[in-house]
């Protein structure tokens, strides 16, 4: 059974900076994307950012420089150091992990809130 531990969200003042962590766990004996997805109330789930294998890197358009991800394979955990953060940053964030345990499969966490104040 694949795990998805996630971290680090919490309520911080728009202009500062927060750090998500989601951490795998379970037998896994492959992993390809390691992302972070989002979702406000009334909206539906978008891309924040995801990190292939081969470390090809794809932000949501909305990112614009503000965010980096990335991984340590070693840990199969992966990060998003999000800054200068927005009231439109306010959502609950969800990691996403593509792995192949007994086969290739798509994990999702739980999800972490992140709310920005102005």
């Known amino acids: 059974q694949v795990q998805l531990l996630e971290s680090g969200g919490g309520l911080v003042q728009a202009g500062n900076s927060l750090t998500l962590s989601c951490a795998a766990s379970?037998?896994?004996?492959?992993?390809?994307?390691m992302g972070w997805y989002r979702q406000a109330p009334g909206k539906q789930r978008e891309l924040v950012a995801f990190?292939?294998?081969?470390?090809?890197?794809v932000y949501g358009d909305f990112v614009e420089g503000r965010f980096t991800i990335s991984r340590d394979n070693a840990k199969n955990t992966v990060y998003l150091q999000m800054s200068k953060l927005k009231p439109e940053d306010t959502a609950v964030y969800f990691c996403?992990?593509?792995?192949?345990?007994?086969?290739?499969?798509?994990?999702w966490g739980q999800g972490t809130q992140v709310t920005v104040f102005s």
């Open positions: 996403n992990l593509v792995a192949r345990a007994y086969g290739w499969d798509t994990y």
């Open positions: 379970g037998k896994i004996f492959d992993v390809d994307v």
């Open positions: 990190i292939r294998s081969g470390d090809e890197i």
